[in-house]
């Protein structure tokens, strides 16, 4: 799990905007990628990133 003082000051390498944590991923609606989280390490590598549908 990500302590949440962390996720307030981690952001999408991509569009530099926040991250939501969703799961086990960290997700960006602006970049639409999803950052998986290994082992509670956040892995936020643009190539590691699955694309997401912004439909919901």
Same mark, same amino acid.
């Given at each position: 799990?990500?302590?949440? /003082?962390?996720?307030?000051? #981690?952001?999408?390498? =991509?569009?530099? +905007?926040? #991250? /939501? *944590?969703?799961?086990? /991923?960290?997700?960006?609606?602006?970049?639409?990628?999803?950052?998986?989280?290994?082992?509670?390490?956040?892995? *936020? *590598?643009?190539? /590691? +990133?699955?694309?997401?549908?912004? =439909?919901?």
């Amino acid at each position: 799990m990500i302590d949440k /003082e962390l996720l307030k000051i #981690l952001v999408c390498p =991509e569009s530099k +905007a926040s #991250l /939501e *944590l969703i799961g086990d /991923e960290l997700v960006c609606e602006k970049s639409q990628l999803a950052y998986p989280i290994l082992d509670g390490i956040p892995i *936020l *590598l643009v190539e /590691e +990133a699955r694309k997401i549908n912004s =439909e919901k």
